[in-house]
Every structure is written in structure tokens, then in C-alpha cells.
């Protein structure tokens, strides 16, 4: 999930070229779930800015942590892998009908 997209056999311009809505959709949930994880992130460390001068450990960040990454990442990530894998078959199929 970097900048150049995701690694496949199929290039982006297979992707775009041979089924566009999957194409569309993938990359929609991609950033959907850079912005999930975000945001997860971002609720942590503002639980933890009251315990930031004092002795305790934020226990409250660590708990929004990891039951956000948990809950709410970790299935929304699986679902997008799954949607990956059935884009790329599309694709290489549409390739392979193609090139026949």
C-alpha cells in the first residue's frame, strides 16, 4: 500500500484497462483504510495527552489501540484483500480472453 500501488502480477495499467470498476473500487477501499487506521491512530494518542506529564501508563490509548486495529482494521484489511485477489483473477482473465 505505498505510493506506486499495490503488488500484483498484473501492472496499474492492466488494472485500469481491463476492469476499471474493480480498479475503482480497490483503490476506494485502499484509502479507506489508510484513513480507518488513521484515525484509529490519531483517537489513541489523543486518549493518551492527559497522561503525557504524569507517571501513569495510558492504558485507555493502548485499549482504543488495539481493539481499533482488532475490531475494525484487521477485517476491513482481510475484506480488502479479498477484493484485491478477485480484481487481479478478473483481470487475468480478461487478459488471457483477450490474448486468445
Not at 500484483?8 to 484509502?31: A, H, I, V
Not at 484515525?39 to 488495539?66: K, R
Not at 480488502?80 to 487481479?88: F, G, I, T, V
Request: hydrophobic fraction near 40%; include cysteine; glycine fraction near 8%.
Amino acid at each position: 500500500m505505498h505510493e506506486d500501488g499495490d503488488k500484483g502480477e498484473c501492472s496499474m495499467l492492466d488494472r485500469q484497462k481491463y476492469d476499471p470498476p474493480g480498479y475503482s473500487r480497490t483503490t476506494f477501499l485502499r484509502n479507506a483504510l489508510q484513513c480507518v487506521m488513521a484515525v484509529i491512530a490519531i483517537g489513541a494518542v489523543v486518549a493518551s495527552v492527559p497522561y503525557w506529564g504524569g507517571d501513569d501508563f495510558p492504558l485507555m490509548s493502548l485499549i482504543i489501540y488495539v481493539a481499533g486495529m482488532v475490531f475494525v482494521a484487521m477485517p476491513l484489511c482481510l475484506y480488502y484483500e479479498s477484493r484485491l485477489r478477485s480484481h487481479e483473477e478478473r483481470v487475468e482473465r480478461a487478459r488471457h480472453t483477450l490474448a486468445t
